[in-house]
């Protein structure tokens, strides 16, 4: 079966993350978390609408899933958890946090505003009070201050840009890594990684070669070995049923 | 009972005296019933231990401070008018003085905090003033003339490096970006 | 008793609100004697039948309408506040609400997302508050009296299970947990 992911329209990586979980009616677990693992990615690599500044936050949660189902695919292989951080305790919390935002969003609704008094009773008389040690050179100095501070939120987007570009990059090069092996077994794809990103980036290209017909992956029951093939011509033609 | 705390909201929201014929427009509730309501509670309220009460002219209500606090409301306003600036403070007045004409709006974006208080505070002292911007649909704010004279100006454009510091890339791109990411998120809170 | 009358009358005149900090230095009374009596206040007005109501937000307070009566005082002013949130901001307000004062790290931390700017946003907006924790060398985040309008609340604490929330264990260890790396990082990041 291929996966028709219907979500309502979601916010941020753990808002996706809860949604898959939810919809296979799953408690969250590690096990959970494995299970869902490329039904993310697969939503990741489909979704044309996450913004590019956004797309870093939902590859960093994509490489703790990564960790958790390789964990469970490659007991053998020890993979270190860099930030000490569990994604299902993450979860939870944020779970939390997201059903009392519904509550609140309630409450909003609800409208019972309360209101101040938007103006003092007494007015008051101006009296010019100028700050006694101000100068205009102190004034430049000020200003100069505040347009450097600014640097920041026009250049935001612009550094997640060029983050996400190399994340491109690096799927290329190891697209065309596979593409020049015939069969290939996912524990000896990951075992040449480094580090969190790469493994991330190793399954990504993956999906983006499934998605092409490149290849064909193949895995008897959730925690097996993944068999990587890659597809002759006419293989190609003949649509993939069963790509994951 | 329910009156009574209804007027009580007006009363304190309107800032100014509010004739039992009004109060009885907003509140569906006839002159009677207001009036006794509103005697009630005045009653509640005049006494000494009480921080408001309501005084009555001719019809109308209004509220005050009890009288026996005015000294104490006379040191709160003396001390809204002096004191040296706090940096946003000062940040703000900059920013007015490179920049106006310049909107809450726009002096938000570049500050990226809530300004409301603070343009508030620059006004009681006389250091900026509000005009409205009949293109712009909003009120904007200039340096007075005062506060140049104080610097020893007669022009804001004679501020230090006006000229560059007035026309700097990172503000222009600032608030291009903002107005079109205001624009359409206003849109979407629309639909 | 007379400290509990002058601070209404603070409140009712000032239209701002007001820190404890700034009320103990107009009435010249230690900090503790003004809270007292704030508390004392507050739990005076704060009941159903009374019109006018006050609000807290960190250790500031202000005095605003009862929000049972909001349905007849919009009409009155005509308000159009309509409290039009997106769905990432209300929830990064609702995780500093429960959680505040929270620092930038820690409110990522929860929704996996960076929040530069929806909190640049929500400043702007005046529905969050930023402040230097010394402590742990770091900006931290509060929701504003804004935001309490906003929700019909007089505090935080009012929020539906605030307790459980405020206090929920995991996630204090998972802050902790965290803490030694991000406070640094917030640092720089906020400079």
């Known amino acids: ?244 | 009972m329910k009156t009574k705390s209804l007027i009580e909201s007006l009363l304190f929201i309107s800032g100014k005296p509010l004739s039992v014929g009004k109060l009885s427009e907003i509140l569906k509730k006839d002159k009677q019933e207001i009036e006794t309501a509103a005697e009630e509670l005045m009653a509640e309220l005049n006494t000494e231990a009480k921080g408001i009460h309501i005084q009555k002219a001719g019809s109308s209500y209004q509220m005050a401070t009890n009288p026996q606090n005015t000294y104490i409301v006379k040191d709160f306003i003396k001390s809204e008018q002096t004191g040296e600036l706090t940096k946003p403070s000062l940040e703000t007045l900059t920013i007015i003085a490179y920049r106006g004409p310049i909107t809450k709006a726009e002096l938000e974006q570049i500050r990226g905090v809530n300004c409301s208080l603070i343009i508030r505070n620059l006004l009681i002292k006389g250091l900026v003033e509000a005009k409205e911007d009949r293109e712009k649909m909003a009120t904007t704010y200039n340096t007075t003339f005062d506060f140049l004279r104080f610097l020893g100006l007669n022009r804001v454009e004679e501020l230090p490096d006006y000229e560059k510091l007035n026309s700097n890339e990172n503000l222009k791109k600032l608030l291009e970006k903002d107005s079109a990411g205001q624009a359409e998120e206003a849109k979407t809170n629309e639909e």
């Open chain 1, 1 to 244: 079966m291929s996966y028709k992911i219907k979500l309502e329209q979601f916010e941020g990586p753990l808002d996706l993350l809860l949604q898959l979980i939810e919809q296979e009616k799953l408690d969250i677990t590690e096990l959970s978390l494995a299970k869902v693992t490329f039904q993310y990615l697969e939503y990741l690599n489909n979704e044309k609408d996450i913004a590019t500044e956004e797309l870093a936050d939902f590859l960093v949660i994509a490489a703790k899933l990564l960790l958790i189902k390789s964990r469970l695919l490659l007991p053998q292989l020890e993979i270190e958890d860099e930030e000490g951080i569990d994604l299902e305790s993450q979860l939870k919390i944020y779970r939390e946090f997201y059903e009392a935002s519904k509550v609140l969003t309630k409450m909003i609704g609800k409208k019972k505003f309360l209101f101040p008094r938007e103006r003092m009773v007494i007015r008051i008389e101006k009296i010019f009070n100028p700050p006694k040690t101000l100068t205009a050179e102190k004034m430049k100095e000020i200003f100069s201050q505040v347009l450097h501070g600014l640097e920041v939120w026009v250049n935001l987007p612009q550094e997640v840009l060029i983050k996400t570009i190399s994340i491109k990059e690096r799927i290329a090069n190891i697209q065309s890594m596979i593409s020049q092996q015939a069969t290939l077994r996912f524990g000896e794809l990951l075992r040449s990684t480094n580090s969190k990103t790469e493994i991330i980036v190793t399954f990504l290209a993956l999906l983006e070669l499934v998605k092409q017909r490149t290849i064909t992956v193949v895995q008897e029951s959730v925690f097996d070995e993944i068999v990587i093939k890659r597809l002759s011509g006419e293989e190609r033609e003949v649509i993939n049923e069963n790509p994951l």
